[in-house]
């Protein structure tokens, strides 16, 4: 069930892009390049199934904030410098796109304006004007499965053939949130389903406030929440219902010597760590950034309830260099259970997630404002059609 390519049309820099996914992918480049444009799109995707990619739009200020700012196309010349950037009269609607093909089903969603006839206040918000889901390589003919077209949806049966869903959709209500009948349309269950189990960690708290410092009520925690408070809970449930002893030798990895405890006082779950040398074990609030930082990334890599697929942002902040190595490793086996896309811009994490089987790495640059794969011959683009309006 892995993503064999992800397709983003018009999400700022994101003009064009449309990049093959691994067990293991690794995101790089300088500052600027489009690495954080990835990663939000990404997460836009994400909010398709959680009835909340409008909202998520509109936070990063709507339609006219986060559509690409160049021209519509880019001519040859332009990228020679043989003719200055310019824009021209609009031949496409305007529209924000984005979707994926993994190895049974794939998945696109196209947002645009509302239409000048629309009487509403919300003139900013976006409107979903198509979703398709579809089966094998490309969203043509008999490939298609689900096809929602405005507030239409339908769905092909056993047979082959189309049959209308009964309730027609807003334009801010995706299918995946909207249609819950596993006869009529058993794709958008599994799509809803895979979406729903992504998993993404970004820049975890770890200041002298940071609530991971303090002693929390515990309860079974297979999957470290966003901002990692509940991280005691999920070692725990890590060390009785995953793998503890990949979890030892993770930190033994990073910390040699070191063991992992988890305090009970009526109910409420601390961290300890013994080390080597040291009379008692540190508590949460006592660990460095970087040694706090570790763990939640174990605790995310180790849950005994792996996502299909996880995203790491940056995972490098705060972690010391000799950290990176045991990191990669412990990132590298993840990938037996999960598909892991990491943006990171430390060379040394790079050079060492490079070496873990079955990784491949993605640079990305910009040119004329629109970011580009590194080395990436358009031959060797991954094929991605969108279905039009």
Not at 249 to 261: E, I, K, M, Q, W
Not at 341 to 354: D, G, P
Request: glycine letters at 8%; charged letters at 25%.
């Amino acid at each position: 069930m892995t993503i064999a390519t992800l397709a983003i049309s018009n999400y700022r820099s994101l003009r064009d892009m449309v990049l093959p996914l691994g067990p293991l992918t690794v995101i790089s480049g300088p500052n600027g390049a489009g690495k954080s444009n990835l990663y939000r799109a990404l997460r836009l995707l994400a909010a398709t199934v959680q009835d909340g990619i409008v909202a998520a739009l509109a936070r990063e200020g709507g339609m006219p904030s986060i559509l690409w700012a160049g021209p519509e196309t880019i001519s040859r010349a332009m990228l020679r410098g043989e003719q200055p950037v310019q824009g021209a009269v609009r031949q496409g609607p305007v529209a924000l796109r984005l979707g994926f093909r993994a190895d049974d089903l794939g998945y696109a969603i196209d947002l645009g304006l509302p239409t000048p006839q629309s009487r509403t206040m919300f003139g900013l918000d976006p409107e979903i004007k198509r979703e398709v889901i579809w089966h094998g390589g490309s969203p043509r003919g008999g490939a298609v499965l689900v096809d929602r077209n405005g507030a239409a949806v339908r769905a092909r049966d056993e047979k082959g053939r189309w049959q209308a869903l009964p309730q027609p959709l807003r334009p801010f209500e995706s299918m995946l949130t909207e249609y819950a009948d596993r006869q009529a349309a058993p794709e958008m269950m599994a799509i809803r389903q895979r979406i729903r189990s992504w998993r993404f960690y970004d820049h975890f708290r770890t200041d002298h406030d940071s609530p991971v410092r303090e002693p929390r009520v515990g309860t079974h925690t297979p999957v470290l929440s966003d901002d990692g408070r509940d991280l005691a809970a999920a070692l725990q449930t890590i060390r009785e219902i995953g793998d503890a002893a990949e979890l030892e030798r993770c930190v033994d990895d990073a910390f040699p010597g070191s063991r992992l405890d988890i305090a009970n006082q009526d109910g409420r779950f601390s961290l300890l760590l013994r080390q080597p040398g040291m009379l008692r074990p540190l508590r949460a609030a006592e660990l460095s950034d970087g040694t706090l930082r570790y763990l939640l990334l174990a605790a995310a890599l180790l849950s005994p309830r792996p996502p299909t697929l996880l995203v790491l942002n940056e995972p490098e902040t705060s972690l010391h260099a000799d950290l990176l190595p045991a990191l990669a490793r412990m990132i590298g086996n993840a990938t037996r259970h999960s598909q892991i896309v990491v943006v990171s811009h430390a060379a040394r994490l790079l050079a060492a997630l490079e070496q873990q089987p079955d990784s491949q790495s993605l640079v990305l640059e910009k040119q004329l404002g629109q970011t580009q794969i590194l080395g990436l011959d358009p031959l060797d683009r991954p094929p991605w059609n969108w279905m039009a309006r």
